[in-house]
């Protein structure tokens, strides 16, 4: 017991405050995040539309992500990260308050639209904020910790969410727009005198490497459209795997909520002492490949789901897929970008997310009409396969041509 008390010491050990601070503010955030993991249900069990409807409707949700990302990124440049993170955890808190009482399709699309534009900006300057109070040591911690306040929040969530679904699903938009406004409020008061002050170091670069712009950065473009594709593989966890929860296996709304909620709490528990443990150790090539690898076997093993254990196992798997890929993801953009060009290239790394947030939803309901689940779950496996493959060559060209 004191050993492991150790391990979570020493991961958690020389962060600043204000990286704590940030992590709270999206931990509070997060905690009411009750909407998206139930939205697919929300739409074809409360408002009656077919899976079509809600594909186009999720990837309508995904698109003003798409846009909300890349506006977050250009805006953290302009005006700060501070205002654009203030403004949309308030006014996207606002906007989720709003939406149980839109209820026509026609409407839906622009509402939803809008709603996730707003929501999504926070995103690309929330992490900007992370790298910019951090030590450079700490970079890659201090973006676990986030993650980690952002998962704890989110085992919650949708438990939460769970229960207040069975009673109202408008309830579930009414607590995420308040932790939204709650933690815009806790974020005002205390980062609005506060600035950086240390800088994010940034690797020695070859000189032959003079990108002014993410966009004419040929590998890293690369690097944005397989991280899309990952995405996509990934963002089946709350887009049709909550429907194949409830309509193959008939699972209550409450264990939904309790599985989805288990991939946050695994997170949670073991991000930071592994990331602490294997960012020294294991090159950020190797854990990219690997998430990637464990991300398409967790899809794969649905088709063999007899109950719920099963689910369970596939759940645990996909968790630590995110834990092994995604903090050394961020680590990557972050080393990659130049003083004065994070923003643009965190803006476009989030596009990538924000695009599998639009692409995810309609492929994978579209593949489920025509062929099933199963047909789904097996195209996901081997689509991560594919992506892992990619990410071999690009990130060992990536780094040759920016480092050597």
């Known amino acids: 017991m004191l050993k492991i008390l150790s391990l979570y010491k020493k ?11 940030l992590a709270l ?18 739409l074809t069990n409360a408002l009656g539309y077919g899976i079509r409807e809600a594909g186009i409707l999720l990837a309508t949700y ?25 403004l949309s955890l308030v006014v996207g808190g606002s906007f989720f308050m709003l939406l149980p009482a839109i209820r026509s399709f026609a ?45 704890l929040g989110f085992s919650m969530g949708p438990a939460l969410g769970g229960l207040l679904a069975t009673h109202s699903y408008a309830l579930l938009f009414y607590a995420d727009g308040l932790t939204c406004i709650v933690a ?19 690797e020695v670069v070859n000189p032959a490497f003079k990108a002014t712009s993410p966009y004419r950065d040929a590998a890293f473009v690369v690097f944005v459209l397989l991280t899309t594709g990952y995405a996509i593989v990934f963002f089946q966890l709350f887009n049709t795997l909550p429907i ?10 409450g264990t939904i909520g309790l599985l989805l909620g288990l991939n946050g709490l695994i997170v949670f ?36 789901s007899a109950g719920v254990p099963l689910l369970v196992v596939a759940m645990i798997v996909l968790s630590f897929a995110e834990i092994m890929a995604m ?31 639009m692409l995810a939803p309609y492929l994978g309901t579209t593949l489920i009409a025509m062929s099933g689940f199963t047909t789904l779950w097996w195209a996901s496996a081997f689509f991560a396969l594919f992506i892992a493959f990619l990410y071999y060559f690009n990130l060992r060209v990536s780094k040759a041509e920016k480092y050597a």
């Open 327 to 357: 903090p050394f993801m961020v680590t990557y953009v972050i080393r990659r970008a130049g003083d004065g060009k994070k923003g643009a290239y965190i803006g476009l790394y989030s596009l990538a997310w924000a695009s599998a947030f």
């Open 269 to 304: 528990l073991f991000e930071m002492i592994l990331v602490n443990y294997l960012e020294h150790k294991v090159s950020v090539v190797r854990m990219i490949i690997i998430g990637t690898l464990l991300c398409g076997l967790s899809f794969a093993l649905l088709n063999f």
């Open 62 to 86: 995904g698109l003003g992500a798409m846009a909300g990302s890349l506006a977050g990124g250009w805006l953290s440049d302009k005006m700060g990260n501070f205002w654009v993170q203030f």
């Open 11 to 21: 991961a958690f050990g020389g962060l600043s405050e204000a990286a704590w601070m």
């Open 25 to 42: 503010v999206m931990f509070i955030n997060r905690a009411g995040s009750m909407v998206f993991p139930f939205l697919s249900i929300y």
């Open 184 to 202: 815009g409020i806790f974020f005002y008061f205390y980062f609005k005198k506060r600035t950086p002050k240390t800088p994010v170091a940034t």
């Open 107 to 151: 409407y839906l699309l622009p509402a939803l639209f809008l709603t996730s534009l707003i929501v999504e900006c926070l995103r690309p300057a929330n992490t900007a904020s992370v790298a910019s109070y951090s030590k450079p040591e700490n970079v890659t911690r201090s973006f676990s910790l986030n993650r980690m306040a952002i998962n």
């Open 244 to 253: 194949f929860y409830r309509e193959v296996h008939q699972l209550s709304e």
